[in-house]
């Protein structure tokens, strides 16, 4: 029922649906966060931004309060949102051992040398990343497989349903999952307790990937402007089939639901759920005008 998490019984009271969400109101609290994900139809026009960035703006939080103006120490006293946390590392842990894979692999279709080794470089640094948080992960006494078990099933078939046909696809693929990614981590990141926030801000460090692939597509689709129609399609899959994983993840984890709607820390309520998917969506968009794609 809504009414089970703080942020659905908010909602319940004013008797109103926040954006994106049904006025079912019975429904599972997981499935109204589900709803808010869904790219909205008033998504930015590609034509309005002023320059590109590599990730959604967070809300301002110069001044963190609650559970974010804690430590881990203090802050995970609360044996709800240690859960959420270790959710949340586990599901970021798996995703960076992901990206150094799915790396590696594009390394392959590579067409020159210096390409090959710029990726290397970049899956190493994605390594490093898992490293901090498989460490971090045990520093709290969490087995780190158990932890990231959950989530490579989802992750798994993200990657297995979008596999890239060549090297153009593998760049636009890597940009667009890690930025939508990156973008998500961020905004829950500014809700988290100091020393979570600090990893998990670390640990989103750009590897370079983002110029690199707006440098290499722009200059393909200069070379040969049809190549811009079929990769935006391309991009629009991923966007839709990152969206539709990330929804089965948070309807599933009920950490991550409460987390999200203000069950722990200062979590969002569902129609500021709406709002950062909105920002995410609008991020999205200008990075495909960045390379010349429409979203």
Same mark, same amino acid.
């Given at each position: ?10 909602? @319940? ?17 997981? !499935? ?33 309060? #609650? ?33 150094? @894979? ?28 898992? @490293?901090?948080? !498989? ?23 993200? =990657? ?15 940009? &667009? ?10 905004? &829950? ?19 370079? =990937? ?17 190549? #811009? ?10 966007? #839709? ?11 599933? !984890? ?9 069950? &722990? ?8 759920? #709406?709002?950062?998917?909105? !920002?995410?969506?609008?991020? =999205? ?11």
């Amino acid at each position: 029922m809504l009414g089970d998490f703080p942020g659905c019984r908010t909602a @319940e009271r004013a008797g109103r649906a926040p954006y994106g969400v049904d006025q079912a109101l019975t429904a599972r609290c997981g !499935r109204a966060i589900v709803r808010s994900m869904e790219t909205p139809d008033n998504a930015a026009d590609p034509t309005d931004h002023a320059e590109h960035t590599d990730h959604a703006e967070p809300a301002d939080t110069t001044e963190h309060t #609650g559970i974010a103006a804690q430590d881990w120490a203090t802050a995970s006293a609360q044996p709800q949102y240690r859960a959420a946390v270790v959710d949340l590392l586990g599901a970021l842990a798996y995703g960076e051992l992901a990206a150094f @894979e799915r790396l590696a692999e594009d390394a392959k279709l590579a067409p020159t040398l210096g390409d090959k080794a710029e990726l290397a470089t970049m899956a190493t640094a994605e390594f490093h990343h898992f @490293e901090r948080l !498989r460490d971090r992960l045990a520093a709290i006494d969490v087995d780190p497989t158990a932890a990231m078990e959950p989530f490579a099933q989802a992750l798994d078939d993200f =990657h297995r349903q979008t596999a890239p046909s060549d090297w153009l696809e593998g760049l636009v693929k890597a940009y &667009v999952g890690d930025s939508i990614a990156s973008d998500f981590y961020r905004e &829950v990141a500014a809700r988290l307790d100091s020393d979570t926030r600090a990893l998990v801000m670390a640990v989103l460090d750009d590897t370079g =990937h983002g110029h690199f692939a707006v440098e290499k597509v722009t200059a393909a689709i200069e070379a040969d402007p049809r190549v #811009g129609g079929r990769l935006a399609l391309w991009a629009r899959r991923l966007m #839709g089939e990152a969206l539709s994983q990330a929804q089965r993840v948070v309807a599933e !984890r009920d950490a991550l639901s409460t987390m999200l709607v203000g069950g &722990v820390a200062d979590g969002f309520d569902l129609a500021a759920v #709406g709002e950062m998917f909105t !920002r995410i969506t609008k991020a =999205h968009t200008q990075r495909m005008a960045a390379l010349g794609l429409a979203a």
